[in-house]
């Protein structure tokens, strides 16, 4: 017989959140929430290695268990690794992916509750329970699967938990950069998908208009592996008092300053979601997504200029013009720009 979720008391309980690293990010609500129906449970979660930072210094999650890749190439090296992780005699396990390395560890273990979102028939023997997954808001998305648990998402933020290092860090580094105490925005570029990335000359005008309405502004250019190149593109383009870090962040040191600035502009990529966790207003470009990765609140905004064909969420455009990108023009989203700035300015004052 299944247990009833509504009074079942788990002592171990394994989140499976592997890739993206927004996407990891966008899990800690969840997270928060199991802590707080369950404050006397063990907390781990399996991600991959480069989401690790996302989750570290989280007082909510007693371990990470890492998925390194590269070192597991070997099958029966792989095997064995998800095999350990899922015989941690946990109680509970959730699932939010339905990835086969996820599924191999729930195959593994013995926990008497396996809970995800309504797997297709093949899936549904490596389950117990499982719900409807709701749509809007990424986290409410993925809080939704513990429904069954008598939990529901009531407006939780992502969660980064910063240093006091990582805050050193930054204060240093906005200091040697000549902003310290100044105004600044971070702005992030780029996007490996070319229809979710705004063109380089419209963030660089958007940079400049808004330096017209705030002389003394700077904007900090952000850029992942590869990225220098067109982060330096943008600072170059916007002018004065725009730049390109010399050498790439950390994702922890990325939001570090992040939380000093007053606004963060980019693409719909991983930053737009540190910026929430760290509580820094923020517009986004949409392009191609929908805007059920924006957090529902006027203080952090998805600009999209609304095409027939919007949202396709397809990595090519179908009619080779990108037109939701490169007609959406800066003075389209000026007024937002500075508006959501304002609330910045509030806010770090």
């Known amino acids: 017989m299944k247990p009833n979720l509504t009074t079942y008391t788990p002592k171990r ?12 990010l966008l899990s800690t609500p969840s997270i928060r929430l199991l802590a707080e ?3 006397d449970a063990q907390i781990d979660v399996l991600t991959e290695k480069k989401c690790v930072p996302v989750l570290e210094n989280n007082p909510r999650i007693a371990a990470i268990k890492s998925i390194d890749k590269a070192a597991l190439k070997n ?32 195959r593994f273990s013995n926990a008497p509750v396996k809970l995800t979102y309504t797997p297709p028939w093949y899936n549904k023997p490596t389950y117990t329970h499982w719900v409807d997954m709701e749509y809007g808001y990424a986290a409410k998305c993925k809080a939704s699967v513990l429904k069954p648990l008598d939990i529901e ?5 992502p969660e980064l938990w910063l240093t006091d290092k990582e805050r050193t860090f ?6 040697h950069s000549g902003i310290k105490n100044s105004l600044f925005i971070t702005v992030d570029p780029s996007h490996r998908r070319e229809t ?19 002389p003394s502004l700077h904007a900090v250019i ?30 922890r040191e990325m939001a570090a300053i992040q939380e000093r600035a007053s606004m963060h502009l980019g693409n719909c990529s991983a930053p737009r979601h540190f910026a929430v966790a760290v509580d820094t207003p923020s517009l986004i470009i949409q392009g191609a997504t929908g805007t059920g990765w924006g957090f529902p609140s006027e203080e952090h905004v998805s600009a999209t200029k609304k095409l027939p064909c919007y949202p396709c ?7 080779g013009t990108r037109e939701c990108l490169e007609e959406f023009y800066p003075d389209d989203i000026l007024d937002e720009a500075l508006r959501i700035l304002k609330f910045g300015l509030q806010k770090k004052t």
């Open 75 to 106: 099958p029966i090296k792989a095997l064995a690794y998800y095999a350990h992780v899922g015989r941690g005699n946990y109680d509970l396990i959730v699932d939010f992916q339905q990835l086969p390395r996820c599924k191999w560890v729930t």
């Open 37 to 39: 129906r369950y404050p």
């Open 13 to 24: 309980i394994l989140v499976c959140q592997l890739r993206q690293i927004g996407d990891v």
């Open 170 to 175: 930054a204060t240093d580094f906005l200091e």
């Open 196 to 214: 979710r990335r705004w063109p380089s000359r419209h963030f660089a005008e958007l940079i400049r208009l808004l330096k017209k309405h705030h």
């Open 153 to 157: 998402w009531n407006g939780e933020k």
């Open 313 to 319: 969420n397809k990595n090519s455009c179908r009619f």
């Open 222 to 251: 952000l850029y992942g592996p590869g990225e220098k190149e067109l982060a330096e593109k943008v600072a170059a383009q916007a002018g004065k008092r725009a730049f390109a870090t010399n050498s790439m962040l950390s994702l």
